[in-house]
């Protein structure tokens, strides 16, 4: 496999990488004529212009999205091991790439800025967006987690399916980031995806590093010696679990500038409340120095890493906050913004079992078993979301906190509420909870016969049993 | 071919999607002697006029490939399977009303009276009526006869936003339930081309209806 690169500004001899080497290739960025053998294209930060490295693409009938496209900056370009390591990381991302359906696909004509442009239209852009995948959706259950989150009103629920508007769609990612089934795909930042780009960094890197997240929708910014990128959709949109997920793959710092797309107004905001609580977390956790190493700004890495781990699943996906949590241990952190919740139920609790139906993620589940109700809560798949809460029919039964607490995950699943099941006279099958019988038998007290009816039969038995 | 970012006039690109839309409906047509060959002249003829410039050009050319490819014999029996209609029905007709419509809330003929309504105002009827109004084909050929008009309005400097209004209204819904109809006959199909060809009509859709959108943006802006 071949990097296709610019000779401009390096010299590729010190790298130790299959090269096509071509001169003044950024201003005129060709493709090879068998791009089967292509690994990925790198030029220099300067020049590049990656709408016309995709348009080549598209007329080569490449999917523009799936090579691997490396801007050196002067930086990059003083150390070949940096631009061997930045190769790497590149190389190992586009490995998870699964391709882009037209759902994900956002078509962009160039604005009208005269009379002829008016009536001529240039070659389209286009950009992926994040699309629901269906097959892992629970917006058939009523879930609206994504479109509660997206700030450009470009999701919308209806009858059960979450329709986007691409033109609207910003690709902020705050609907990916949100997603407590990993169900909101970018195709081009997948959980996988961020998982091996940091794998390879750690595992290039023999010095200690540092990453600085940068919206992919703004310019890129250069860095410092010993400090490597990481894109994201936009740095608004990072949960505090990712941060402190850079420091677990093997980062001595990690730097959370502010948002450089400036698109949506409370980004900043956000990432000063995430930053935040993810020094919080680090400090329950008994980890010292958080401010350097969660920083603003480039700055020399505190010394004493954590010791690097590689999980054995991404971070940055669904599961990822409970598996950060569970790594870092410590006392945990209560916050509105935490990206894990605990839930509790109260005596009020009939074991109706519609808080398990609403939940999104099967934190919340009910069982019967030996003629009993359980409500059993896994407190690693709950997202905090609240859905049981407002779905519940009894006020005040159930509550959730928003917190993360490494202890109640050790813990593992249990029963937050344990029932007894009426059991029909007639047939012996299940009527309903003996708690949410007892309910009704003080608005039934009146009418005697309607009660004993109802509380001694099922429904199938009550309409052909008569109870005296 | 058009190998540069150069514009187009909108013109060049009211005459490109309608030989999109054209190209799409000749795949829904029952196989004939020379029907393969024929979309394959007309994706070169389409390469010609700047297609590769599109992100759906890839899914159409896979569709010609798979359709160049395929044993035509094989290909023609698939199709009568799941478009035509046999004993109990096709598998999976490529109709707006039996894909997201409900027969007993008179959807059938609700798409149909849209359609109508639709080709009266353009001026347009239907030629074979053995059609549904509602079949895939006639509203991908009515796209593609509207973007016809959409052309001869730029060309003669009238107002292109009335015949982009009509594509809009008809390549919603169109976008609302082909890539339904892409997913369920990639379950069913047998061959492949059927697959490559319906993916490649829900990719241009949902392409061309942001396009749409975004002209209109431009006009009223």
Known sequence: MTWVVCSDRFDWGAIDTAVETHTEWCRNPVLPDDCSDLEGLAGCAEDLDLDLVAHRHRIAGIDPFGTPIVALDRVDRQSPRRVRTRLKAASSRAVHYRGVAAGNVKTILPRVRSRRSFLTIGGPAYRVVPDADPARCRATDGCTICVDACPHGALEWTSGVIRKDRLACEACGRCVAACPADAMVHPTFTPDQLHAEMLALARCCTEPFGVALNCSRGEPTAQAEGWFTLQVPCVGMVPPHWMIALLLYGAAAVVVPGCSCGVEADAEERIEATVDLARRWLASAGVDRGRERLARRTAPFPPGPLPPVEPPRPLFGACGAADVATMLGGIGVDDGAAPLGLVTISERCTGCGTCATACPTGALVSHTVDGGLSLMFDPARCPGCGRCVARCPEDGSISVRRTVQPVELGAGTRAVATHRLALCVGCGNAIATQTALDRIAVPLAGDVSVLKRVTSLCIECRRTTMVF | ?221
């Open chain 2, 1 to 221: 071919m058009i190998e540069s970012r150069s514009t187009l006039s909108g013109a060049d690109l009211a005459r490109l999607r309608q030989a999109c839309y054209r190209l799409l409906a000749a795949g829904y047509r029952p196989p004939s002697a020379g029907g393969a060959e024929e979309v394959v002249f007309g994706m070169e003829a389409l390469e010609d006029m700047g297609l590769g410039r599109f992100a759906f050009a890839a899914a159409l050319r896979r569709w010609v490939s798979a359709l160049a490819d395929a044993d035509r014999a094989a290909a023609g029996e698939e199709q009568v399977r799941l478009f035509g209609s046999g004993m109990d029905g096709a598998v999976c007709p490529p109709i707006e009303s039996q894909c997201v419509g409900n027969n007993r809330a008179g959807d059938p003929a609700r798409h149909a009276a849209r359609l109508q309504r639709l080709m009266r105002r353009a001026g347009f009827a239907v030629r074979h009526p053995e059609w549904p109004l509602d079949h895939l084909l006639v509203e991908l050929e009515l796209a593609s006869a509207l973007c016809r008009r959409e052309a001869e309005a730029w060309e003669s400097d009238a107002d292109a936003a009335t015949w982009l209004e009509q594509e809009r209204e008809l390549v919603g819904v169109m976008a609302a339930w082909v890539p339904g109809l892409a997913t369920t006959v990639e379950a069913r199909d047998r061959v492949g081309v059927l697959t490559a060809l319906t993916r490649a009509s829900a990719d241009y859709v949902l392409h061309d209806h942001d396009v749409i959108r975004l002209l209109l943006e431009r006009g009223s802006s």
